[in-house]
């Protein structure tokens, strides 16, 4: 059973529009939502992380939305550019409840056009 | 540079082979995964450790995957009479943070394939 499901699987946008990928989790233990930006050939590398005690935490173009209610979190990336093409990845773990190790979603391939 | 480094960055293995890939972490990192990614998937956990120790092995898909870090530094990812399915991307990241909290650092990843 895959513990975090990402979406869409891939997705395309016009330079200067706003990339949104969403995700949704089922396990109540876990307390910290990173995402992660993989480019080709390279290893999966932080770009920004969020604690469930704040709805939304945002890090320049990027803006992570958390509902907790919902047990749903999302990225927002504004003003979407070329360089931001890459394979993005959502993530969650368990910290409170004894590090249950990092579980990551399938993955969404974003392809910024000009 | 001063990253997590894996060894060989391509392995290809006949079906039937051991395998061994290396990992050297950030110096002084306390935490280290090991993670398989297969084509067009995400990171599956492997493995964990705290220092020497390892902590949870929940992740290893057989006995035939061991996995050690003698010295609380560097690690190998040991795969024995590796099979077809073994083939992907052998991720190793490092943290200086316990458990999986706070940021990982990943390695480029060891590409194994079995012929």
């Known amino acids: 059973q895959q513990q975090v499901k990402q979406s869409p699987q891939s997705l395309i946008v016009q330079k200067g529009g706003i990339s949104i990928i969403n995700c949704a989790y089922e396990n109540t233990a876990f307390d910290y939502f990173p995402w992660y930006q993989q480019f080709p050939g390279k290893g999966p590398a932080l770009l920004i992380a969020i604690r469930p005690d704040v709805s939304e935490k945002k890090e320049g173009r990027f803006t992570i939305s958390f509902n907790k209610s919902a047990k749903q979190f999302s990225l927002h990336i504004m003003d979407s550019q070329p360089g931001d093409s890459a394979t993005y990845f959502c993530?969650?773990?368990?910290?409170?409840?004894?590090?249950?190790?990092?579980?990551f979603g399938k993955g969404t391939r974003l392809s910024v056009i000009a | 540079g001063a990253g997590v480094s894996q060894s060989p960055r391509y392995k290809v293995a006949k079906r039937g082979q051991d395998v061994a890939l290396r990992c050297d972490p950030i110096s002084g990192h306390v935490s280290l995964f090991w993670y398989q990614q297969a084509l067009g998937q995400g990171p599956e956990f492997l493995t964990y450790?705290?220092?020497?120790?390892?902590?949870?092995k929940s992740g290893l898909p057989s006995d035939r995957f061991f996995a050690e870090r003698p010295e609380g530094s560097v690690s190998t990812l040991k795969i024995q009479r590796t099979q077809q399915e073994d083939s992907a991307v052998y991720l190793c990241?490092?943290?200086?943070?316990?458990?999986?909290?706070?940021?990982?650092?990943f390695g480029e990843g060891s590409r194994l394939t079995v012929l």
């Open positions: 993530a969650a773990c368990g910290v409170a409840s004894g590090n249950t190790p990092l579980v």
């Open positions: 450790f705290q220092n020497e120790a390892q902590l949870d």
């Open positions: 990241a490092s943290s200086p943070a316990r458990g999986g909290t706070g940021e990982l650092f």
